[in-house]
């Protein structure tokens, strides 16, 4: 599972600026106008489609995302549940350059000293969250996606307070507390 986690983000590339900007310099003034039309369509050409888009329940926060996540997860850990109102929490972690807030950005709680919990201010549907010591990325919550079938979880954390009742037959790995895998995580989820 590591192993998947760590070929998955090694593909992911730095945002990078198109080298077609570098046109408009060498340009004569009276062409100026015309040259910038033409960086600005080819730039909208050529920017990625968004793979995934989802929001709140109100619609006051919308996102899209240029990529897959390169992990998703189950945790059923006490501040997920009570931060999302139900016994399991399901994330997908992304590079944090590749979510677009399309309106507003969630708003923030302070769950712990380093974990901020994004919210809809207006609906108090769970969006977002993120580790102050790993600002390169982003957790959203999979049923925040329009379309949740589009990601699927690949490991359990925290099972340990997994509600008694509840019965999961996946395949997925299950640990008691954090993910004990070799490859550290970017982004544990702490409690
Ligand atoms: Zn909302
Ligand atoms: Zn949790």
Not at 2 to 17: H, M, Y
Not at 94 to 116: D, G
């Amino acid at each position: 599972m590591s192993g998947e986690r760590q070929s998955a983000r090694s593909v992911i590339s730095p945002d990078s600026t198109s080298p077609i900007a570098g046109l408009v310099f060498y340009c004569v003034p009276h062409h100026i106008a015309v040259v910038l039309g033409l960086v600005f369509a080819l730039e909208e050409a050529m920017s990625p489609a968004p793979v995934l888009s989802g929001g709140c329940l109100c619609g006051a926060i919308r996102y899209h995302s240029s990529n897959a996540p390169f992990d998703a997860d189950h945790c059923h850990c006490r501040q997920c549940q009570r931060s999302v109102g139900s016994v399991l929490a399901s994330w997908m972690d992304f590079k944090r350059s590749q979510i677009t807030w399309l309106t507003r950005s969630p708003v923030e709680y302070p769950s712990s000293e380093k974990i901020r919990r994004g919210f809809c201010p207006h609906c108090g549907a769970s969006i977002s969250y993120r580790h102050l010591d790993h600002p390169d990325y982003l957790t959203l919550t999979i049923a925040s996606l329009d379309n949740p079938n589009q990601v699927a979880p690949n490991y359990h954390i925290h099972t340990r307070s997994q509600v008694s009742w509840l019965q999961i037959n996946d395949n997925c790995r299950r640990y008691p507390q954090q993910r004990t895998e070799p490859a550290p995580a970017p982004q544990q989820k702490n409690e």
